[in-house]
């Protein structure tokens, strides 16, 4: 009996000490919603599924289940900013310039794809099935959830061709957005 309460005595001494060996320290995950974007009256938005970002040991883990995009490739981006609204760019109100440009913490000002050197807010481009669907699981490399909190994930009308001739890869118009809390 006397030993049974040593070893558990010196069990949880030893798991005081060294807590990590109590358990295993759980990954940092946030589910973020998508919206469909415009420049008009917002309270209709209509969500088209949502993006799961989890930390794991080969980098930042990104789940997409979404609907009702078109069909094809889209660049898909973290932006700067916790916003998804409209913006006055060049003269008229263009959805979701409130978001900023790419997360670029290095100030590199290059858009080269993903782990190139640029934008650190690059991601692989999104494909959507022809049926609308894009349930596509990523993984992005010196990323983390904490990078990317109080921040936007964007997916663009076009594909991206990760160079700056045209702009941003040639995305175009922001037609979906997350804020990431």
Do not use: W
Request: glycine share 14%; aromatic share 4%.
């Amino acid at each position: 009996m006397k030993r049974a309460i040593l070893l558990t005595t010196a069990l949880c001494l030893c798991l005081f000490q060294y807590p990590a060996l109590a358990a295993p320290a759980k990954a940092e995950s946030v589910t973020v919603p998508i919206v469909q974007i415009g420049v008009g009256d917002m309270s209709a938005e209509q969500t088209l599924g949502t993006v799961t970002f989890t930390d794991t040991d080969k980098g930042l883990q990104i789940v997409t289940k979404l609907r009702r995009l078109s069909p094809g490739e889209h660049g898909f981006h973290i932006h700067e900013f916790p916003n998804c609204g409209a913006k006055m760019e060049g003269g008229k109100m263009v959805a979701g310039m409130a978001a900023g440009g790419h997360y670029d913490p290095k100030k590199t000002g290059k858009h080269m794809g993903p782990g190139k050197g640029g934008h650190e807010g690059d991601l692989p481009a999104l494909k959507v099935e022809a049926n609308g669907t894009a349930d596509q699981t990523m993984i992005v490399k010196g990323l983390k959830v904490k990078d990317i909190r109080k921040r936007s994930i964007m997916v663009h009308a076009g594909g991206d061709n990760y160079s700056d001739n045209p702009a941003n890869g040639g995305g175009g118009a922001r037609i979906a957005c997350g804020v990431i809390p």
